[in-house]
């Protein structure tokens, strides 16, 4: 049987920080390979990617999976208690950055896939998309991926991503959507002047400040079925001003949106210039306006699949999992136009953070849970 906390920690000692690839996609692939899986590195513009299936091209039961192998920077080493990358098991845990978020749900899910295909291979395919742009633009991940899918007859039926997603305890959140992301970037500009004769100036710092205050103070919904309120944060307002006399010249300010299904991006984009228009209307400071959207608001309607997800966590763990919109963006955001599809994967409490580590009982219950996940789909 192969080992899902071996391959955690092979993976873990592969130093992978976007958009470095570090040897964990040739360690991959040599496993898959090796196992009777076709693979593919399907590398764009120096991202990493790697495509995998066994069985039949185009088979109607073609269970996808969906992970990374990237890992965000460490910080300073000397804020760690063990080797970044050293993959040290003690107290239970296995240590290093990425063992949370998300090597070990990859090393979970392809020790389950080749362990069933030796085993017991089923009447179906299964495709494995692992890429190495995830925790970075996400421009060439992927999105790359499903590009290359498209333009080679590959296609997933159904797709499990393999985020984090259990907030306290091994099984209690999966995830069948995600808000969307859009950020705001204001300028302001207005004329420069003494404080003393401010009516000789125009003051962008005040125009800004009062954008911001309508922002924040606007109730952009009450929820939905599914997804909490759309919410507004106020990121970042710089003018880079170091006197005390000096109306400045500009000023700007940074806002990102977390919304629902009940907006998309552009609307909120348009939204965003529109306050910025009255605002400059009111003051006469000039105020520029740039959007970006990392993501749209997605559902997965609760259906066979997630119901088939559901019932095997809930067998292996005893939970029966919430279905949450929760969270962060995350790769299922480029699949949600390809297949259905849904998140499950470990607590993620330490991912990100300075000593990143995995309880390895639950890397042993992930592959468990995946393993159940793919007999049952197949059977």
């Known amino acids: 049987m192969t080992d899902p906390?071996?391959?955690?920690?092979?993976?873990?000692?592969?130093?992978?920080?976007?958009?470095?690839?570090?040897?964990?996609?040739v360690l991959l692939e040599k496993m898959l390979s090796g196992a009777g899986f076709d693979c593919t590195r399907v590398d764009r513009?120096?991202?990493?990617?790697?495509?995998?299936?066994?069985?039949?091209?185009?088979?109607?039961?073609?269970?996808?999976?969906?992970?990374?192998?990237?890992?965000?920077?460490?910080?300073?080493?000397?804020?760690?208690?063990?080797?970044?990358?050293?993959?040290?098991?003690?107290?239970?845990?296995?240590?290093?950055r990425g063992s949370t978020d998300m090597k070990s749900g990859v090393a979970a899910f392809v020790a389950a896939a080749v362990d069933l295909?030796?085993?017991?291979?089923?009447?179906?395919?299964?495709?494995?998309?692992?890429?190495?742009?995830?925790?970075?633009?996400?421009?060439?991940?992927?999105?790359?991926?499903?590009?290359?899918?498209?333009?080679?007859?590959?296609?997933?039926?159904?797709?499990?991503?393999?985020?984090?997603?259990?907030?306290e305890r091994m099984g209690d959140m999966m995830k069948i959507g995600r808000r969307g992301s859009v950020s705001g970037f204001f300028t302001a500009t207005g004329v420069q002047g003494h404080v003393a004769y401010p009516h000789r100036a125009r003051n962008p710092v005040a125009a800004i400040a009062r954008l911001v205050e309508s922002l924040s103070n606007s109730l952009l919904d009450k929820g939905t079925e599914h997804f909490d309120p759309s919410t507004l944060a106020v990121t970042t307002i710089d003018t880079g001003n170091p006197a005390t006399n000096v109306i400045p010249a500009s000023c700007r300010a940074t806002v990102n949106v977390r919304f629902n299904d009940l907006h998309t991006g552009a609307g909120l984009s348009d939204w965003m210039r529109s306050q910025a228009e009255a605002v400059a209307d009111e003051t006469g400071v000039e105020i520029s306006v740039e959007t970006r959207v990392s993501g749209e608001a997605f559902l997965t309607p609760p259906g066979a699949f997630s119901e088939g997800v559901a019932a095997a966590v809930e067998a292996e763990t005893g939970l029966k999992p919430v279905l949450?919109?929760?969270?962060?963006?995350?790769?299922?955001?480029?699949?949600?136009?390809?297949?259905?599809?849904?998140?499950?994967?470990?607590?993620?409490?330490?991912?990100?953070?300075?000593?990143?580590?995995v309880s390895v009982e639950q890397i042993h219950q992930l592959k468990t849970i995946y393993t159940r996940i793919l007999r049952e789909y197949f059977a």
């Open 45 to 96: 513009n120096g991202t990493p990617n790697l495509f995998a299936r066994w069985g039949a091209k185009g088979h109607a039961k073609s269970f996808g999976f969906n992970g990374h192998t990237d890992v965000v920077p460490v910080g300073d080493p000397a804020d760690w208690s063990v080797d970044p990358f050293g993959a040290e098991q003690k107290d239970g845990f296995l240590w290093g």
């Open 324 to 357: 949450s919109t929760s969270g962060g963006t995350s790769d299922a955001r480029f699949i949600r136009e390809h297949c259905p599809v849904v998140e499950f994967g470990l607590v993620g409490r330490s991912m990100h953070q300075v000593d990143e580590h």
């Open 117 to 167: 295909v030796r085993d017991t291979p089923p009447d179906g395919a299964i495709l494995i998309t692992v890429t190495g742009d995830e925790e970075g633009p996400a421009t060439d991940g992927t999105t790359a991926l499903l590009d290359w899918m498209a333009e080679h007859g590959e296609a997933m039926s159904v797709c499990l991503v393999g985020e984090p997603t259990c907030p």
């Open 5 to 25: 906390v071996a391959l955690t920690a092979d993976l873990v000692r592969c130093p992978s920080v976007t958009p470095e690839e570090g040897g964990a996609l």
